[in-house]
Structure formats: structure tokens, C-alpha cells
């Protein structure tokens, strides 16, 4: 594992920080706190945060334009007015199950969203993906205890999920058109390790990046699954990395607070906040999401 220089990007602390993504037509950088019910935003790379209390849990973030954005939240896909902050329901997904909430989430390079349930509590097998594309909703895969590390190769002929109540990764052809899945799922990578696969992000080369929540580090995987490199975050719990900057060539990574003691967290001081590793990565960023 090699050592690189990490700082705070914002001081704002998140019990549960999660969903990362930076909007190229705008220059902001978005996270969200998932259990406080916060969408946190800000502009790259020295700007103010901003936080808005969304009222409900949510988890990850699509662009639609330059004035609108699509949120993923326990009730279900909401349009986000930029400027106003106006929620406006466009499916419900979910919604009649209170026990469920929105997790991990990413667009496929089709403009399909791809959606990630969980139990409030990580209900064993309670979890769902769920597809979305131009108004259509699509049950993909259920009996899913935490979903997360949803990402796609450049070219969207791969998918990528894991469960990280099982440690596994999987991976599944699609279609590049579709989005939608065209075979059958197989072991992309089984984390036996301490440490679980968490939120992951795929750059220009293939090479999936998956934050280690527990194990304080960044693994980089070849296609082939075969990890090549290990970057330490400097906080035990780093949810999920993103792609940052105009030119997608920044690693951020959200970190979280959830389930520490008091003593643990005066032991980690960065943890819930975001923080920017100082590795050259060559990124790709997320497609707007097709409504």
C-alpha cells in the first residue's frame, strides 16, 4: 500500500456520507449525508458547502441539465430544481416499503439509472436494483442485503454490483443501448480480507476503484479483477470514490462517522468528511440520466 497526501474537501461531517459525483456543466461537487437526510454540494475546487435538508433519507444524485437533477431517495426518483432546491416526485420506487431505503446508485453509459435498495436495519436479502430509463422502471436483481459498488465500464458493455454483507463483487454484461443486463452474473472479485467492498467507480482504463468501508483504503482492480493497487484513506470507514475536477483526473472518496464510538471517532478525526486523495486518475464522468 503506498502512502499519498490526502486533505479535507469540506468540513462539513457526515454521519453517513455517501454518493459522490462532480457535474462537469456546473463545477460542483455533490455528496450526500444518507441517515441525516442532507444533499451537500459544492463548487470545485474552493467554493463554499452548501447544504440542503432534503426531509427525507437520500443517496445519490443523476444530472439532467444545467437546471434540473435527479435524485434517488427511500420514497423513490425525485426532479431536483437547481436553483430552488424544489423536490418534485417523478416514480416511486419502494415507497410502500418503509422498511427499505435508497443506497448505492450510478447511470450507465446508455442514460439508464441504475438503483440500489437495503433494509433500514440491512435486512438480510432485502435489497433490490432497480433499472430506470426514460420513465420505465425495471426490477433487475432482489435478495440483496446492501447493495453497492454500482459502476460500468466506459463503453457500458460490463456492470458491476456487489453485496457487502456477502463481500462479493459481481459483474454482468449489458447492453450498451439498453443499459439492461444480457447474461449471467459471475465473481467478479470475493473480498475475504477485513474490510467491506463499498461504493466503486470505474475509470477510462476499466480499472474499478472500490472504497473499503472498515479498512481504511481504496483497492484498484484490472478488468480482469486482479487488484493492482491500494491507496490508504486517512479514515476507517471511506464509503465511496468519485471522479472529480473538469478534467475527471481527482479521486475523492466519502467517509462516514456511522457506528463509532465517541472515543473512536476523537481517534479518527476525518472521518465523515470528504477527503481528496493526491493520485493522478484518469476518470470518466457519469452520462446525464435519460428521463
Known sequence: MTTVPATVFSDTVCELGEGPGYDPLTNT???????????????????????????MMASALAVIDAQSQMLWTEKGLYIRDRESGA??????????????????????????FWLGTMGKKAEEGAGSIWWYREGEVRLLFSGITITNSISFSPDGRIAYFADTDKNILWRVDTDPETGLPVSE???????????????SVVDANGVLWNACWGAGAVHAYSPEGRLIRSVPVPARQPSCPAFVGPDADRLLVTTAHEGMSES???ADPNAGRPLLLDIAVQGVFDRPVRL
Not at 30 to 55: C, N, Y
Not at 87 to 112: C, F, M, Q, Y
Not at 185 to 199: A, I, K, M, Q, Y
Request: aromatic share 8%; glycine share 10%; hydrophobic share 35%.
Open 29 to 55: 461537487v455533490w455528496w450526500f449525508d444518507i441517515l441525516a437526510g442532507r444533499l451537500i454540494e459544492k463548487s470545485w475546487p474552493d467554493g463554499d458547502s452548501r447544504v440542503q435538508e432534503l426531509g
Open 87 to 112: 423536490l418534485t416526485l417523478h416514480r416511486a420506487i419502494e415507497a410502500d416499503n418503509p422498511a427499505t431505503r435508497s443506497n448505492d446508485a450510478r447511470v450507465h453509459p446508455s442514460g439508464a
Open 185 to 199: 452474473t459471475s465473481v467478479f472479485h470475493h473480498r475475504v480480507e477485513n474490510g467491506g467492498l463499498d461504493g
Open 264 to 266: 473512536e471517532r476523537k
